[in-house]
């Protein structure tokens, strides 16, 4: 059976020419604090499609100013963004790689000046700031803010878009009971926790027509959060809504300490996978070929996504290809050198 790692993928009618994906990763790097795109941003996102790496997704990109996890963030929360990354995306496609953006919202989480926004008003921990907990207008204005920052990503031209909705962020602060105490229809069952992200859907969904992917903590780790098992059910209210694919991550919204290992996400993955019939990722210490092509034979997972592995190594999908005995075309640049 051929090396399914190095096969296509299509989504929505975009087609991935590889299973290898970058994973976002903060870059913090936007040294001017007005979130627009660096020459680091340039180089080190061009230099993994270079390496012939199948989707690059951009690091957390800020929907709100008040809403950057850093103030070193990306932005997309004005149409000055647009710009910069347009050409970026122009960058990275012309290397024959194709172009996902994650947009996000902070919350709790937001290491910025000023009052801070969440569901509830519970900090994160002692260190971080007590947040503001959202009024119904508030919550308005940040699915607004969602919904145009998807019109701005549709006019730099990006092949896909992610939603944060993982890590202890906004959206994965409504969706948890660990973050959100709310008593209103934004809070208490799982469906009203829910809404936020409903209604975020929707509204990118209204300017938005390309694969919709999210990123969730399929694992809370804790005994009063939330489980696999209540993934299952919201992955299939995502679906039923039109996302296209559900990026399986765990953890970050509750100071807990994650026993990490190998592909210890993978079985969250695979249980979403086939638990609602939706593609899923598979991601969290994966850095062998080997072990990526065990999850997909296996129909564990249906895109691998790399993140410290391509730090180390933007070439790292060549390598890939040697060890499973594939042939992967080179830049025609590097011909002499790829073998």
Known sequence: MPAKLLTPFTVKGVT????????????????????????????????????????????????????????????????EHIGSLRQLVDLIREQGAKVGIQINHAGRKAV?????????????????????????????????????????????????????????????????????????????????????LREVIAAVKSVWDGPLFIRISAND????????SDYV???????????????????GVAPIQINDYPGYQVKFSEEIKHGAEVSTSALGLITSAVHAEEILQNDRADLIFLGRALLRDPYWP??????????????????RGWN
């Not at 920052?149 to 994965?172: C, M, P, S, V, W």
């Not at 060549?318 to 011909?335: D, F, I, M, N, W």
């Open 233 to 251: 059910t919201m992955a299939k209210w995502m679906k039923d809504q039109g996302v296209d694919f559900i990026d399986v991550s765990s953890g």
């Open 16 to 79: 991935l020419k590889n299973r290898i994906v970058m994973s976002p990763m903060c870059m913090y790097s936007s040294y001017n604090e007005d979130g627009m795109v660096q020459n680091w941003h340039r180089t080190h996102y061009v230099s993994r499609a270079v390496g012939q790496v199948g989707l690059i997704i951009l690091e957390s990109t800020a929907v709100t100013p008040q809403g950057r996890i850093s103030t070193q963030d990306l932005g997309i929360w004005n149409e």
């Open 112 to 196: 910025v000046e000023g009052e801070i926004l969440a569901p509830s008003a519970i900090a994160f921990n002692d260190q971080m700031k007590t947040p503001k907990e959202m009024t119904k207008a508030e919550i308005a204005e940040t699915v607004e803010a969602f919904k145009q920052a998807a019109a701005r990503t549709q006019k730099a031209g990006f092949d896909i878009i992610e939603l944060h909705g993982a890590h202890g962020y906004l959206i994965n602060q409504f969706l948890s009971p660990l973050a959100n105490h709310r008593t209103d229809e934004y809070g208490g069952t799982a469906k009203n926790r829910y809404r936020f």
């Open 318 to 335: 060549r390598t890939a290809a040697k060890v499973l005995g594939v042939e992967l075309e080179s830049p025609k640049q590097y011909k």
């Open 221 to 228: 780790y804790h005994e009063q959060g939330l489980t696999t």
